[in-house]
């Protein structure tokens, strides 16, 4: 294992203390692992907050910001934060109009959210949990009942982040959450595994002429192992895959990302690909990212994240933002 790291014990509180250092916009409670933006809550506003398992970076730290998330979470590397973290988060945020919660639909985030959801809630802060479960490679993985929610949690907390901004209410913003999230389909290839520094190996192994069809952000199984195949080859088969579930047509927010050890050049490649599949479906992408978003720390690979957008998403999307991963319009 190579990694530029002090100690596998260290390495969250570490990488927290250089976003610290690196973001002055961001108030970082190292000791207690919560991100949220400097300054009080503004009052009447909306508060957002997510969080997961650190080494998928910038998620959800990066995406802390105006026009996005109020604060966020960071457990250890693949694990779940703790309510208590998500607690504090939720108190720091509280503007007074209550506070949504943006939860990725892995056991360990949302039976700790809704412990914390709870205990807010003694305290007279009223929260709504959105779960996000876009992924369609697989109803069941080793973390989740149901669909993991994957890359469209992205698409959840810009959309949602710009309404919150705009001051609607908590029903509202949790409405388009949860608009966004069915809406949006993904699906994900690995070509690599990734090395968890306080395990020191790679999660799996792949032999070296072989890909994991629909893996998970974690290093999940997925579908089944191919042999390697053409960008062409492999693209088609993840939108064939969104496709069967979801109709490629109209409008399209569409996101080639990265799992951490991809270079742009191949995500490129693949995004070409991406667009001409769907040229020939009739579809027409309107908006769209290439580039790492939702990592799974050093693995090579990528996946591709689907939504139908309405007049309504766009103008949500076109929205000002000003996170240290995602930033226009200001």
Same mark, same amino acid.
């Given at each position: 294992?190579? %990694?530029?790291?002090?100690?596998?014990?260290?390495?969250?509180?570490?990488?927290?203390?250089?976003?610290?250092?690196?973001?002055?916009?961001? !108030?970082?409670? *190292?000791?207690?692992? #919560?991100?949220?933006?400097?300054?009080?809550?503004?009052?009447?506003?909306?508060?957002?907050?997510?969080?997961?398992?650190?080494?998928?970076?910038?998620?959800?730290?990066?995406? *802390?910001?105006?026009?996005?998330?109020?604060?966020?979470?960071?457990?250890?590397?693949?694990?779940?934060?703790?309510?208590?973290?998500?607690?504090?988060?939720? %108190?720091?945020?509280?503007?007074?109009?209550?506070?949504?919660?943006?939860?990725?639909?892995?056991?360990?985030?949302?039976?700790?959210?809704?412990?914390?959801?709870?205990?807010?809630?003694?305290?007279?802060?009223?929260?709504?949990? #959105?779960?996000?479960?876009?992924?369609?490679?697989?109803?069941?993985?080793?973390?989740?009942?149901?669909?993991?929610?994957?890359?469209?949690?992205?698409?959840?907390?810009?959309?949602?982040?710009?309404?919150?901004?705009?001051?609607?209410?908590?029903? %509202?913003?949790?409405?388009?959450?949860?608009?966004?999230?069915?809406?949006?389909?993904?699906?994900?290839?690995?070509?690599?595994?990734?090395?968890?520094? @306080?395990?020191?190996?790679?999660?799996?192994?792949?032999?070296?002429?072989?890909?994991?069809?629909?893996?998970?952000?974690?290093?999940?199984?997925?579908?089944?192992? *191919?042999? $390697?195949?053409?960008?062409?080859?492999?693209? @088609?088969? !993840?939108?064939?895959?969104?496709? !069967?579930?979801?109709?490629?047509?109209?409008?399209?927010?569409?996101?080639?990302?990265?799992?951490?050890?991809?270079?742009?050049?191949?995500?490129?490649?693949?995004?070409?690909?991406?667009?001409?599949?769907?040229?020939?479906?009739?579809?027409?992408?309107?908006?769209?990212? *290439?580039?790492?978003?939702?990592?799974? $720390?050093?693995?090579?690979?990528?996946?591709?994240? #689907?939504?139908?957008?309405?007049?309504?998403?766009?103008?949500?999307?076109?929205?000002?933002?000003?996170?240290?991963?995602?930033?226009?319009?200001?």
């Amino acid at each position: 294992m190579k %990694k530029l790291i002090n100690s596998p014990e260290a390495v969250v509180t570490d990488a927290l203390a250089g976003v610290a250092a690196a973001h002055p916009s961001l !108030a970082v409670d *190292v000791e207690n692992k #919560v991100i949220t933006r400097a300054g009080a809550p503004r009052a009447g506003k909306v508060g957002l907050v997510s969080g997961g398992g650190s080494g998928h970076e910038p998620l959800h730290g990066g995406f *802390v910001g105006y026009g996005m998330l109020d604060a966020a979470c960071p457990g250890e590397v693949f694990t779940s934060p703790v309510p208590d973290q998500m607690l504090a988060a939720t %108190k720091a945020v509280n503007g007074g109009a209550g506070v949504l919660h943006i939860v990725k639909n892995y056991t360990g985030d949302v039976l700790n959210f809704q412990m914390a959801a709870e205990l807010a809630e003694d305290e007279g802060i009223e929260v709504v949990a #959105v779960v996000t479960n876009d992924d369609v490679a697989v109803q069941d993985s080793l973390y989740t009942a149901g669909r993991r929610g994957v890359g469209a949690t992205v698409f959840v907390e810009k959309i949602a982040g710009a309404l919150a901004e705009e001051g609607a209410g908590l029903d %509202k913003v949790a409405a388009v959450a949860r608009e966004v999230n069915e809406r949006s389909r993904s699906f994900g290839v690995a070509l690599t595994s990734c090395t968890i520094p @306080a395990v020191g190996k790679p999660t799996f192994e792949l032999a070296e002429s072989e890909i994991e069809m629909g893996i998970g952000i974690h290093g999940e199984p997925g579908r089944s192992r *191919v042999p $390697l195949g053409s960008a062409h080859e492999i693209t @088609a088969a !993840a939108l064939d895959a969104i496709g !069967a579930d979801l109709p490629l047509s109209g409008d399209l927010l569409v996101m080639v990302n990265g799992m951490g050890g991809t270079p742009l050049l191949e995500l490129y490649v693949v995004y070409n690909e991406v667009a001409k599949y769907l040229a020939g479906q009739g579809a027409r992408i309107a908006r769209n990212l *290439v580039g790492n978003y939702i990592t799974s $720390l050093e693995m090579q690979g990528f996946s591709v994240t #689907v939504c139908q957008l309405t007049d309504t998403l766009t103008r949500l999307w076109d929205a000002p933002v000003d996170t240290p991963a995602l930033r226009w319009g200001r």
